[in-house]
Nanobody, 119 residues
């Protein structure tokens, strides 16, 4: 059973930065990918960024390219989302989710962390 715990959310002014963390436990993650999603009030959950644990290969939504960076620390089993140049439209609950590399069926989701960007 994969467990994911997010942290690092908060309130920040537009143009500021935050770093989210997703601590993973419960298994070996070499064959997994971890993705970040977000959901704003009244909107559907959307993909933000993802990373393949073994290779470090990354992908990003167009809306965050050049501003957000996803990375992982193998020793800590933790994935990070560095968010720079934040905009009010980045306000959402951010979730991390784990899936096997060859699948888009997510095995586990974190509880979410709130990010609020004020204008």
């Amino acid at each position: 059973q994969v467990q994911l715990v997010e942290s690092g959310g908060g309130l920040v002014q537009a143009g500021g930065s935050l770093r989210l963390s997703c601590a993973a436990s419960g298994r070996t993650f070499s064959n997994y990918a971890l993705d970040w999603y977000r959901q704003a009030p009244g909107k559907e959950r959307e993909f933000v960024a993802g990373i393949t644990w073994s290779t470090g290969s990354t992908s990003y939504a167009d809306s965050v390219k050049g501003r957000f960076t996803i990375s992982r620390d193998n020793a800590k089993n933790t994935v990070y989302l560095q968010m720079n140049s934040l905009k009010p439209e980045d306000t959402a609950v951010y979730y991390c989710a784990a899936r096997r590399r060859a699948s888009y069926d997510y095995e586990s989701w974190g509880q979410g962390t709130q990010v609020t960007v004020s204008s």
